[in-house]
T-cell receptor, first 113, second 112 residues
């Protein structure tokens, strides 16, 4: 019940296209869903996060869509750029458990110029 | 504002030795969490500290331990190192428990 399943494992998108990464969770107690971006040799950087009281959150070119009934959430990267090429991780946590984040396996995104 | 600082960045240790990793959180942040990242297991939660007390622990053996000091700085210790402990160890800090977590660059531990 603690798993977060992430897909696809890897993704190739043309410059200017839309990158879509999906995550599904089982534990309905999760109430915080962040996305992280990681470049080689660096730690994960917080991109955007959502809580279940909203269905969508947008920050610049990054949008999280959240479907509580389906227990799914996704990251959309609009107008994808070569600089977006990185590994993306979704995660989930239950607030009363503090910062015990459960991570997805990661998606390697490559944006072709 | 300085980010999360982890030291050292790289470590090579021999099987059976012990190691101590250090994490300085963002100024004002009181919660520190530790994660292990490996190609096979991904990112796995080790433990969380808040107000010098361990608040949460992941599924790791007792060889993995940590502590937090009054200035919120944290250390983690791994005793009797095994080859499988080779990983990137990441520290994340947040202002309070359950708020946004920001990661450091990690310590790359290689056990030979």
């Amino acid at each position: 019940q603690q798993q977060v399943k992430q897909s696809p494992q890897s993704l190739i998108v043309q410059k200017g296209g839309i990158s879509i990464i999906n995550c599904a969770y089982e534990n309905t107690a999760f109430d915080y869903f962040p996305w992280y971006q990681q470049f080689p040799g660096k730690g994960p950087a917080l991109l955007i996060a959502i809580r279940p009281d909203v269905s969508e959150k947008k920050e610049g070119r990054f949008t999280i869509s959240f479907n509580k009934s389906a227990k799914q959430f996704s990251l959309h990267i609009m107008d994808s750029q070569p600089g977006d090429s990185a590994t993306y991780f979704c995660a989930a946590s239950k607030s009363e458990y503090g910062n015990k984040l459960v991570f997805g396996a990661g998606t390697i995104l490559r944006v072709k110029s | 504002k300085a980010g999360v600082t982890q030291t050292p960045r790289y470590l090579i240790k021999t099987r059976g030795q012990q190691v101590t990793l250090s994490c300085s959180p963002i100024s004002g942040h009181r919660s520190v969490s530790w994660y292990q990242q490996t190609p096979g297991q991904g990112l796995q939660f080790l433990f969380e500290y808040f107000s010098e007390t361990q608040r949460n622990k992941g599924n790791f053996p007792g060889r993995f331990s940590g502590r937090q000091f009054s200035n919120s700085r944290s250390e983690m210790n791994v005793s009797t190192l095994e080859l499988g402990d080779s990983a990137l160890y990441l520290c994340a800090s947040s202002y309070y428990r359950g708020t946004e977590a920001f990661f450091g660059q990690g310590t790359r531990l290689t056990v030979v």
